[in-house]
């Protein structure tokens, strides 16, 4: 059980474009979801957290206009980058939290590797 | 602001030897501390959590850790290692305060490297 997806596993795009990137819990519902981008061997970074129905809390330096985020039921949660560029490469990673688990239970996805050319 | 220290950007170890990766933290109150693993490409694997009780803690695929409170530490260890243990370990840390919005912090991870 607690098993959570993401799509694509893996994408390419050229920049200037727009990419979403979604993370379903399969097996649970999911009040939040948290957002994680990770740069090669290097730890993972929290970007922003989201609740479902309402909008998503940004960590600081991080543009919530070029990352949206949409958490629109109890299982999917998308990151859209919006207006890609080589920088934003990276691993994303999605995390959530299940509404009948223990506060502190995080499940993680397995990551979307995005490369913009 | 809470934090964790992975001293050790890599672990070196033999096939068979017991096997250490370090984590110390920082946080405010009782600290509810997490080790995960991740394989090339792939997403984080939860390998084993202190929440409160023993300090000796028992996970996944053989590995164990040591909540340390006076050493604000959270080792991980497994008595023999093998070449599949080979992957980046993630010590986390939150607080045990109630509330949907606390955050898990990671360290900087220790890639371990197990040879024959």
């Known amino acids: 059980g607690a098993v959570v997806s993401q799509h694509p596993s893996w994408v390419i795009c050229k920049s200037g474009t727009s990419v979403k990137i979604e993370c379903r819990s399969l097996?649970?519902?999911?009040?939040?979801m948290f957002w994680y981008r990770q740069f090669p061997k290097q730890s993972l970074m929290l970007m922003a957290t989201?609740?479902?129905?309402?909008?998503?809390?940004?960590e600081q330096g991080v543009e919530k206009d070029k990352f949206l985020i949409n958490h629109a039921s109890l299982t999917l949660s998308t990151l859209t980058v919006t207006s890609a560029h080589p920088e934003d490469s990276s691993f994303y990673i999605c995390?959530?939290?299940?509404?009948?688990?223990?506060?502190?239970?995080?499940?993680f996805g397995p990551g979307t590797r995005l490369t913009v050319t | 602001a809470q934090s964790v220290a992975q001293p050790e950007d890599q672990v070196n170890v033999a096939e068979g030897n017991p096997l250490t990766v370090k984590c110390t933290y920082s946080?405010?109150?009782?600290?509810?501390l997490f080790w995960y693993v991740q394989y090339p490409n792939r997403g984080l694997q939860f390998l084993l959590k202190y929440i409160t009780g023993d300090n000796l803690v028992k996970g996944s695929y053989g590995f164990e850790a040591e909540f340390n409170k006076s050493q604000t530490s959270f080792h991980l260890k497994k008595p023999s290692a093998l070449v599949s243990d080979s992957a980046l370990y993630f010590c986390a840390v939150r607080g045990a305060f109630t509330g949907g919005g606390n955050k898990l912090t990671f360290g900087t991870g220790t890639q371990l490297k197990v040879e024959l």
């Open positions: 989201s609740n479902e129905g309402s909008k998503a809390t940004y």
């Open positions: 946080v405010s109150g009782n600290p509810y």
């Open positions: 995390s959530a939290r299940s509404t009948a688990g223990l506060a502190y239970e995080q499940y």
């Open positions: 097996d649970f519902q999911a009040t939040t």
